[in-house]
């Protein structure tokens, strides 16, 4: 098992709850319709599939879909969608974990990557995506960029969500590249909040390109949104296509 913290069956079982914003059509339409586009007629390959969120509508999509899921708590959930023959889900971690055949497409979304905490099992992640794919094939990354321009000198906090019910920020240990994302969040009417904290290893985009060459993958393309908006250096996130040679 890789160094990723496992999801358990309380958290998953409220996964979808709390994510509603981007199981929205406005979320998920570009982001299937991208995906599909990458896909082609080729299988997809989802890292850390989760309760297939997106695996699952890319799945609807017509495109034959496999995961990769190390919390069976998160993959249960998934199995209330889809079934085995619809959508094949193995348990285990997106580093080192095979699965058979050949992918046109190997994608890993949400910051997910960061779920690996350190830099030699991201390495590995890139390594496995390329050796499920076949030449030509695509590896898709959906990650923030790192928000140390906000922090002023001495503070390691930025807050990410300020609302009625909830309230976020993240720490940063800036010589480890660790974040701790905290979480308070109002469960329900009486004031009480619930708090929850997950640690990530955060890298910049740069980084994972030489992760990607190492990998023996180039960089096709890279936009901030799966809407194909430019990249740029106020982005907050990027979506990075890396491809593997024909």
């Not at 309230?167 to 329900?188: A, M, N």
């Amino acid at each position: 098992m890789t160094s990723s913290e496992l999801w358990s069956r309380e958290t998953a079982d409220r996964y979808d709850a709390e994510e509603t914003e981007r199981t929205s059509a406005a979320v998920l339409g570009p982001t299937v319709d991208l995906l599909a586009e990458l896909a082609g007629d080729g299988r997809a390959l989802e890292f850390a599939i989760g309760t297939g969120r997106v695996g699952v509508p890319l799945r609807e999509r017509g495109v034959p879909v496999v995961g990769i899921e190390l919390s069976e708590p998160m993959a249960a959930v998934l199995r209330r969608k889809a079934d085995e023959d619809t959508l094949p889900v193995v348990i285990g971690d997106m580093a080192t974990t095979v699965v058979p055949g050949e992918f046109s497409l190997v994608y890993l979304v949400y910051n997910t990557i960061t779920n690996l905490l350190t830099q030699d099992e991201q390495v590995e992640c890139f390594r496995n995506a390329a050796r499920h794919l076949a030449p030509g094939g695509r590896f898709v990354v959906e990650l923030g960029v790192p928000p140390l321009r906000l922090l002023p000198p001495g503070q390691v906090a930025v807050p990410f969500d300020v609302s009625d019910r909830h309230l976020g920020f993240d720490t940063f240990d800036v010589v480890e590249q660790i974040l701790v994302s905290h979480h308070f969040t109002r469960d329900g009417d009486d004031g009480r909040y619930r708090r929850g904290a997950s640690r990530h290893r955060y890298a910049w985009p740069a980084e994972l390109d030489l992760m990607a060459k190492i990998a023996g993958l180039y960089l096709e393309r890279r936009v901030t949104d799966w809407d194909g908006s430019p990249f740029t250096q106020d982005s907050p996130q990027h979506i990075s296509v890396w491809r593997k040679p024909t």
